[in-house]
């Protein structure tokens, strides 16, 4: 694997490989000093063109427990706000001898378009409406740690699908891991087209929720109301909120997610995010190890990891 | 003694509006002189094996002159439409400033007297295209304007359009429509379907499209003024064209080459030389685009030659200028996508265009003794690949880079001068 650019570039047996390898870095970050040097001489470029503080920290951690050296680009205090081209900008960067990219824009495609202007390796830390795929395998690693494996589990992701790089990753990851997954929203925070998605479709949260073994909530935004998606935030969290009273029709032991950042009183009530089943604190934990996997597995190869 | 002939294309097979024939046409003043055999004169052009037709005439080119002469100018604008064996352009008005007052019209005119082709400027509907207020168009029209078109974005408001159509009306000229309703398409980047939802761009959905078209048609009905419609890309509104011409209304439509031969999953690596308006549409789109234009439904193949700066379109997706490089594949492609006999293919990119344009006194033929010489010679057997490094515009966003087309034009010659021998402009 040269790129992680989309969760189809993995395939169920790539997903399992890192799951398998992040196992190994989990208990790396276990130890009293968590490190090790398998990516010892690599150079990890973290390039945010749009500010996410917790991702670009989980992977810049990741990679220097891996032994890499990393730089950081600020899209804000850069030669973007100078008016130079994107792919000046990479080319640039590159010239200074990157091992891989580690790209977040605001823009779908980006990561796409970074991997045709560098020699180097990109992963997408998530690029506009499209994919996040480290979101999802800290996701799918989550889920297989607490209920074992996927195989006939169902999984709801609940929320502002349309708008979601999150659930286009996750619905990717959790169908090839053998999961049914469903998406439960208004029509009008569904993608316009499902085609070809697998996926089954609800508009009605309460319905669905007792036969779950997993239920995903995405973050949903403010604006979203201003652009007649549905009429107020209040009017979504009492039709689509998992409130405490939703939260209990779902099956014991079933498990609650959300990738962050929280609206709490909006798509989650307070007291479901702190409940014992919302595992939204391990989630955040896994994606140290799940990053240093997939960094490993791009950058490393050949590298002995007991080293 | 007859006087010598400056010129004679030889060999070749004449195809115009009157049907086709073997023969030699010979040239003098910048006019066709004789239609014959074995004809001489001190320049010739080979022709065996190639069709002779009218010049090509383009409804739909962006020079980019005034304001955005690094992606193009009239010059090199004109240059690709001599090489793709256009004599005539319509010259959109989307320029900066947007070509809405007599002031700029000179300048275009000014600009294309060197030019390798003849240049058309339409008018712009609206000041600086704003949608809010009516152009002098009569100021224009009195320079010879004939289509006036905000293209780029359609007349939004629908009281402006009556009056645009109705007082267009009173100076014999025609509107041009760019239809895409604002509201339906805003903030879109392709068209709305399986691949914008898999992608993640935000997609117009094809109804952006349709309503405007349907909108138009039932003004053309009230005001009784005609109305030209731009690159047509959707089922729906080329099913809403063929119901009101079968009604008898003034209306005429183009569709362009992109329309017919690519689809929206071009966008699938994100590659912004796929971003277009009207966006690049599903198979299903395709195909009744073929269909209708096979069906007669479709007065004319336009280009919406749309060049920009090679760094603009190496911007994210949703950053990127739409629009795509066309005036030097539009005849290729045309005669190989459609399945059409020729004299079909060039109907469609000649003398229809010619008639919409205003502009049939000068091109599209028929080729006929005392006529401007405005012809193109095609061989339409002759293959080559679309390098994009080798095209005459300035700009590099064609979408077939590295595509092997058949049918490329040997010469074009303007008013009795050959721009284009063998391939290679001449100016």
């Known amino acids: ?307 | 003694m007859p006087r010598e002939n400056e010129l004679v294309i030889r060999g070749g097979t004449v195809v115009d509006a009157t049907g086709s024939r073997r023969a030699d046409v010979a040239i003098r003043n910048g006019a066709v002189a004789e239609i014959g055999e074995s004809l001489d004169a001190r320049n010739v052009l080979d022709a065996s094996g190639c069709i002779v037709a009218p010049g090509l005439v383009d409804l739909h080119t962006h020079l980019r002159q005034p304001g955005r002469e690094e992606a193009e100018t009239v010059e090199t604008g004109s240059r690709a439409a001599a090489l793709g064996g256009f004599t005539a352009v319509v010259a959109m008005p989307n320029t900066e400033p947007a070509i809405d007052s007599a002031a700029v019209v000179r300048e275009v005119k000014e600009l294309a007297r060197t030019a390798l082709c003849d240049v058309f400027p339409a008018g712009a509907i609206t000041v600086g295209r704003e949608g809010t207020t009516l152009s002098p168009m009569a100021e224009m029209a009195e320079l010879g304007v004939r289509l006036f078109t905000d293209d780029g974005a359609g007349v939004q408001d629908s009281r402006l359009m009556r009056r645009a159509l109705e007082y267009a009306r009173g100076l014999g000229v025609t509107l041009a429509q760019h239809c895409e309703d604002a509201a339906l398409a805003r903030g879109a980047h392709m068209h709305e379907g399986a691949w914008s939802s898999r992608l993640g761009i935000p997609g117009m959905p094809s109804e952006a499209e349709t309503v405007m078209v349907q909108r138009d048609i039932e003004l053309v009905r009230l005001t009784g003024a005609p109305i030209h419609f731009l690159h047509l890309s959707t089922a729906g509104s080329l099913k809403a064209v063929a119901a009101a011409k079968a009604d008898g209304l003034p209306v005429t439509a183009e569709v362009a080459p992109h329309h017919f031969t690519l689809t929206d999953a071009c966008c699938a690596g994100y590659d912004a030389t796929f971003k277009v308006n009207p966006p690049l549409r599903t198979d299903a789109d395709v195909a009744a685009v073929i269909d209708a234009v096979r069906a007669g439904e479709v007065d004319a193949i336009a280009t919406d030659h749309a060049p920009h700066a090679p760094e603009t379109k190496d911007a994210p997706f949703d950053q990127a200028p739409p629009g795509m490089l066309g005036l030097e594949t539009a005849l290729a492609l045309s005669l190989e996508v459609l399945g059409l006999p020729t004299d079909r293919v060039f109907a469609l990119l000649s003398w229809q265009p010619a008639v919409i344009a205003g502009v049939a006194h000068e091109h599209g033929g028929p080729i006929a003794k005392g006529r401007p010489a405005n012809l193109c010679v095609v061989d339409p057997s002759a293959g080559w690949v679309v390098d994009p490094r080798h095209l005459a515009s300035r700009s590099r966003n064609t979408p077939y880079a590295g595509r092997s087309l058949t049918g490329l034009v040997r010469h074009t010659v303007l008013r009795g001068e050959p721009v284009v021998i063998d391939g290679e402009a001449q100016r």
Request: hydrophobic share 45%; net charge neutral; glycine share 8%.
């Open chain 1, 1 to 307: 694997m040269k790129h992680l650019l989309q969760i189809a570039d993995l395939g169920a047996d790539g997903i399992d490989e890192v799951l398998r390898v992040a196992d190994t870095f989990a208990e790396v970050n276990r130890r009293a000093i968590p490190k090790v040097q398998a990516l010892r001489g690599k150079t990890v470029v973290s390039l945010f063109f749009e500010d996410s503080t917790r991702t670009r920290l989980s992977f810049e951690t990741a990679a220097r427990r891996l032994g890499a050296d990393v730089l950081t680009f600020a899209a804000g205090s850069s030669s973007v706000k100078k008016g130079e081209s994107l792919r000046d900008t990479v080319q640039t960067i590159d010239a200074l001898g990157a091992d891989a990219f580690v790209v977040r824009h605001a823009s779908s495609g980006v990561p796409h378009q970074v991997s045709t202007w560098t020699e180097g390796s990109v992963v997408n830390a998530g690029d506009g409406w499209h994919e996040h795929p480290t979101q999802a395998l800290l996701d799918a690693y989550t889920i297989r740690e607490r209920l074992g494996g996927f195989a006939g589990r169902r999984i709801a992701i609940v929320g502002d699908i349309r708008h979601s790089r999150v659930a286009r990753s996750n619905v990717a990851a959790f169908s090839a891991l053998g999961a049914e997954v469903t998406l439960v929203a208004p029509p009008t925070l569904m993608p316009p087209s499902t085609e070809g998605w697998p996926a089954e479709l609800s508009h009605n949260l309460e319905a669905v929720l007792p036969k779950m073994d997993v239920v995903y909530l995405l973050r949903v935004q403010r604006e979203r109301a201003t652009e007649a998606l549905f009429p107020s935030l209040r009017e979504y969290t009492a039709h689509f909120g998992l409130t405490a009273a939703r939260a209990a029709m779902l099956p014991a032991g079933a498990l609650i997610m959300h990738p962050g950042p929280m609206n709490r009183g909006v798509e989650i009530a307070a007291d479901v995010a702190d409940a014992e089943n919302a595992v939204i604190t391990q989630q955040v934990a896994n994606g140290l190890s799940v990053r240093m996997a997939v960094l490993y597995l791009l950058l490393g190869s050949g590298v002995d990891l007991a080293a």
